[in-house]
């Protein structure tokens, strides 16, 4: 089913399918964004450290999140643009072994000046199998109905 702005309500929510992080996500993250951190990369210096293993790069969850998102389907015929990141927040480590699942939910719609696109508000939180590990606002412009 496509979606576009008039099928969007405040008050929506979307959950995803889960996903499970693994070394190989962390690895490729360290490589390709040069974050090599021992409290990521090393087990022995992690051992000793604050959390006592080795945590995902916190920025590994977004990523993980828009893509567990991209998975329902629900935005991908009707995106125009992101407009932004707010208030991301990091709440808990991210670990090797945690099966996280994106939690999307409509804030507020409103149409563009040109009205020929909306606006969506959307809150996403990342869950793992306990408890909300990381959240915040992305914002988004979307199409509307053709013929609307």
Same mark, same amino acid.
């Given at each position: ?11 929506? #929510? $979307?959950? !995803? ?7 190989? *996500?962390?690895?490729? @993250?360290?490589?390709?964004? /040069? ?38 389907? #629900? $935005?991908? !015929? ?7 990141? *707010?208030?991301?927040? @990091?709440?808990?480590?991210? /670990? ?53």
């Amino acid at each position: 089913m496509a979606y576009y702005f008039e099928d969007f309500q405040p008050g929506q #929510v $979307f959950l !995803s399918q889960g996903r499970t992080i693994t070394e190989s *996500d962390i690895v490729s @993250f360290a490589g390709w964004s /040069w974050d090599t951190n021992p409290v990521h990369t090393d087990a022995q210096s992690a051992e000793h450290g604050r959390f006592g293993d080795r945590i995902a790069h916190g920025l590994l969850g977004l990523p993980v999140a828009m893509g567990l998102a991209s998975r329902l389907g #629900v $935005f991908e !015929s009707c995106s125009i643009a992101l407009l932004g990141i *707010d208030g991301w927040q @990091f709440r808990r480590p991210l /670990w090797v072994g945690d099966t996280v699942r994106c939690r999307g939910e409509i804030l507020a719609t409103r149409l563009t000046s040109k009205e020929d696109a909306g606006i969506l508000r959307r809150r996403f939180t990342l869950l793992n199998q306990r408890e909300e590990v990381q959240a915040g606002e992305i914002g988004l412009m979307v199409s509307r109905r053709p013929g609307a």
